[in-house]
């Protein structure tokens, strides 16, 4: 059974950067696109971004362009989200997933069947 785990999260003042990470255990990481959401209170969980199985691939959401880098290292069943400018609307727990070998799509979180317990981001103003 793969597990996922995030690290990284933390308090942060805006214009800030962070790093999350999320280490997968099992041997279909190398194999599988990996994406990145988050949720706000009150909100949906909404994606941020996502990077292919050989990491030649990466999509973004709209708010994050310009800002957040999604990277993997498949010899380390590692991914990464660099968040640089960090603003107080990108206050959320921020949670990788694993998308299924069956679904289309990276942006929904339909897409994905495994997923990690969150990591806290708060960007203050």
């Known amino acids: 059974q793969v597990q996922l785990v995030e690290s990284g999260g933390g308090l942060v003042q805006a214009g800030d950067s962070l790093r999350l990470s999320c280490a997968a255990s099992?041997?279909?990481?190398?194999?599988?696109?990996m994406g990145w959401f988050r949720q706000a209170p009150g909100k949906e969980r909404e994606f941020v971004a996502a990077i292919g199985w050989s990491g030649g691939t990466t999509y973004y959401a709209d708010s994050v362009k310009g800002r957040f880098t999604i990277s993997r290292d498949n010899a380390k069943n590692t991914v990464y989200l660099q968040m640089n400018n960090l603003k107080p609307e990108d206050t959320a727990v921020y949670y990788c997933?694993?998308?299924?070998?069956?679904?289309?799509?990276?942006?929904?979180?339909?897409?994905?069947?495994?997923w990690g317990q969150g990591t806290q981001v708060t960007v203050s103003a």
């Open positions: 997933a694993m998308r299924s070998p069956v679904t289309r799509g990276v942006d929904t979180p339909r897409a994905y069947d495994v």
């Open positions: 099992g041997r279909t990481f190398s194999s599988r696109t």
